[in-house]
């Protein structure tokens, strides 16, 4: 956390050409992901039980913007249903994460913002607690960008932080997908930077359960691999 006011400099963005996902396919249409030990698939109401172990978790909730759990389970619903098919969540391309040899789900991830804060989109993930140390963030990670790198890609134009640009922003650029995280969360900088992630900028945003205390937070940028 960082308390002072701010001595990094401001954000600086510029608008340039290149890819991003067509618009994403319906949740009613997205098929089950899955890898050695995970299946990604779309939210559901029945979820809810699960969803609200995740979110109760002080060590799962530090890291999120909310940075607290929720208050009780009817809190937990509203931010579920906001996820479920036909919902906010359609803009999104996030998954429900399970254990595949039991089906019990266990957290959440994917790319929940298209435009996110260095103005590409951004992924993340929410893992309980009991699963941590296992390589389990990696392999999720991992299995999603490989789905996400296959979704059919439109050429647009989009204002980003220049930090993310390669040569010059008056060329096409390669697309890139985002990462963010509070300066103090090592294993997931640890996860990002096996995946390929580059620390791109550190900048400082208010906390939303601190007013006029500031955080600290790193910008990683991934580039879209050469087909």
């Known amino acids: 956390m960082v308390q ?41 109401a029945t979820d809810l039980d699960g969803f609200h172990l995740l979110r109760i978790q002080p060590e799962v909730m530090k890291w999120t ?13 509203k931010v579920l249903e906001n996820r479920l098919p036909g919902a906010e ?28 804060e260095l103005g590409w989109p951004v992924i993340g993930y929410m893992i309980r607690s009991e699963f941590w140390g ?13 789905a996400y ?28 997908i985002t990462a963010i995280t509070l300066d103090s969360n090592g294993p997931s900088q640890n996860v990002l930077g096996k995946l390929g992630f580059k620390l791109a900028r550190k900048f400082e945003e208010e906390d939303p359960n601190n007013p006029g205390v500031n955080e600290l937070l790193y910008g990683y940028a991934l580039q879209k691999p050469q087909a």
Not at 16 to 42: C, D, G, H, N
Not at 93 to 116: D, K, L, N, P, Q
Not at 134 to 146: D, P, Q
Request: proline content about 8%.
């Open 65 to 77: 913007s909310q940075g607290k759990p929720d208050t009780d389970l009817e809190h937990t619903r």
């Open 134 to 146: 296992k390589g389990i963030a990696t392999e999720l990670m991992s299995t999603f960008l490989k």
């Open 149 to 176: 790198w296959a979704l059919p890609r439109e050429e647009v134009e989009v204002k980003v932080e220049k930090s993310t640009v390669v040569g010059s922003e008056n060329e096409p650029q390669p697309e890139h």
């Open 89 to 116: 969540g359609e803009s999104a391309y996030e998954f429900a994460i399970c254990w595949a040899e039991t089906g019990e789900m266990i957290g959440t991830g994917g790319s929940h913002m298209r435009v996110g």
């Open 4 to 44: 002072t006011s701010s001595v990094l400099p401001p954000l600086e963005w510029v608008t340039v050409k290149t890819t991003l996902p067509k618009a994403y396919p319906l949740m009613s249409t997205r098929e089950p992901i899955r890898s050695e030990r995970l299946i990604l698939r779309p939210y559901a």
